[in-house]
């Protein structure tokens, strides 16, 4: 299953997949910086699409799909984006494999 195809599937996120990184705000663009931007297959706007759902509760922000070369299946990044005091400070949190295979098995039933 691809990334665009699991986002679509998933409650609440039907509409969510943007190509490259346009779910993210413009100017959170300018924090994710990819090796080959043409391997960006998409993102989805995680935080947005449950704030009305459940607005206080602990998600990612965005969800970032990349393609890398030495990979059969697309790469799902998991981003955290933390403004401090109104400063453009960013904190990155990006989940390790094993842990985001777990989270969009359990999220999106892959």
Request: proline letters at 3%; glycine letters at 4%; aromatic letters at 10%.
């Amino acid at each position: 299953m691809t990334f665009k195809e699991a986002v679509e599937k998933t409650p609440g996120l039907k509409n969510a997949h943007k190509l490259g990184l346009r779910a993210l705000r413009a100017e959170d663009r300018p924090h994710v910086v990819a090796e080959d931007t043409r391997s960006l297959t998409g993102s989805a706007d995680i935080d947005t699409a449950f704030q009305k759902l459940d607005p206080n509760a602990n998600r990612w922000d965005f969800a970032i799909a990349y393609q890398h070369a030495n990979r059969t299946a697309e790469f799902i990044y998991w981003l955290e984006l933390q403004r401090f005091s109104g400063q453009s400070r960013y904190q990155e949190g990006i989940m390790a494999s094993e842990l985001a295979q777990r989270y969009r098995q359990a999220t999106w039933q892959v």
